[in-house]
């Protein structure tokens, strides 16, 4: 009761909704269409959220085709599969199991508006994702296998498979990460500790020498 509508109650004769992360900020923001064009409305409220994106498509051949160019420019995309199924499976804080799923492209009628991808929010407290299962729908004869997972995914990464093979396990399958504003803070983490482990390996290793060299002199004495 307390969210504010004053911006959606602005746009005049809206008709359609749907959600969307603007920019991909971890916040939920609103596209609406109306009858003079389609108004986004941004979430104040993003902040420390995190996500996944996933999406699947149609099987187009993208590279290493048959009768083709091995490695084609522009790469043939194809198109986003209607009624793609995505699953992630993953852990909550209290170190509960939690199961999120969403359908790509589930709706066509009522006018429905709808994103060519599926958004999962994870929460602020998501390491790791667990699992990723992409199933899309396949009518064969005889039946194939039409769904793929995949395990160890970062979150705030968009994820996208492409079942151009009838076997799963030979699914196109393409992650890009969005670096977080912590990266910068993280190499030079990892830069210090790298440096910290060869100064004590460069400190070990000539206190070793120097070890030898004297045990060697006691020793000598004993070859006169």
Request: charged residues 15%; hydrophobic residues 45%; glycine residues 12%.
């Amino acid at each position: 009761d307390d969210c504010p509508t004053a911006a959606l109650e602005r746009v005049a004769g809206a008709y359609a909704g749907a959600a969307m992360d603007l920019n991909e900020r971890g916040g939920v923001d609103l596209l609406v269409a109306s009858p003079g064009g389609a108004s986004v409305l941004v979430s104040n409220l993003a902040g420390g959220n995190m996500f996944l994106k996933a999406s699947a498509l149609n099987g187009v051949c993208m590279e290493w085709c048959s009768g083709g160019d091995l490695f084609p420019q522009p790469k043939p995309w194809g198109v986003n599969q209607v009624g793609a199924s995505v699953r992630v499976e993953t852990q909550d804080l209290g170190g509960g199991f939690v199961v999120l799923q969403g359908a790509q492209l589930g709706r066509s009628g009522h006018m429905a508006l709808e994103t060519p991808y599926v958004t999962l929010g994870l929460g602020d407290a998501v390491g790791f994702v667990d699992s990723l299962a992409i199933g899309v729908p396949v009518v064969s004869d005889p039946p194939r296998g039409h769904f793929a997972a995949w395990t160890g995914l970062i979150p705030n990464s968009q994820l996208v498979a492409s079942p151009t093979d009838p076997d799963p396990d030979k699914w196109l399958f393409h992650a890009w990460v969005r670096p977080s504003g912590g990266v910068l803070y993280v190499s030079i983490c990892l830069a210090a500790s790298l440096l910290a482990l060869a100064l004590a390996i460069l400190w070990l290793q000539r206190r070793e020498k120097e070890q030898d060299r004297l045990d060697k002199q006691l020793t000598a004495h004993a070859f006169i």
